[in-house]
């Protein structure tokens, strides 16, 4: 396995990487039979993980995906060639990530919308962290930055 598995409800999600491809895998619980198997579009940069009935994972290239429980592909959001930057931050139903290059993005985990998009000028090097109404990232130059959530 390339990271540790999720679970969501009946089902355990897996990735598993081999030289060709990372494969995304889900199997039935309780006793782990073969379900849905889906070839990644790029390595596994983080994930998968559980968030409001949905696996999330992010691949380096390809971006965020987002699953059903069944293992259906539900969206990808393309990252063209940015990177993600710490583990993504959620409220309610919205999955947020930074990148490297200091964007910090939101999404509808039901929809792959896009509800929030800020760039902030500067390379990035941890975040993002849900304060209230703002997002806390880190730079690299040690600076604190903060962007408003609508």
Known sequence: MAAAPAVAK??????????????FKQLTLPDLEGGSETELPGRLWWGPYTVDGRIVLACQPGGI???DENGE???????NDERTIGS????????YIATTQGGVRGWNLQTGEV????QLEQPLAAGPVLLNSR?????VDGSILFAERN
Do not use: C, H, Y
């Open 88 to 95: 993504p931050a959620v409220d309610g139903s919205v999955i």
């Open 65 to 67: 995906s987002a699953f």
């Open 73 to 79: 592909l539900l969206w990808n959001a393309e990252l």
């Open 135 to 139: 997002i806390a990232v880190a730079a």
């Open 10 to 23: 009946s089902t355990v999600a897996v990735v598993v990487r081999n030289s060709q491809a990372d494969m």
């Open 115 to 118: 509800t929030f998009e800020k």
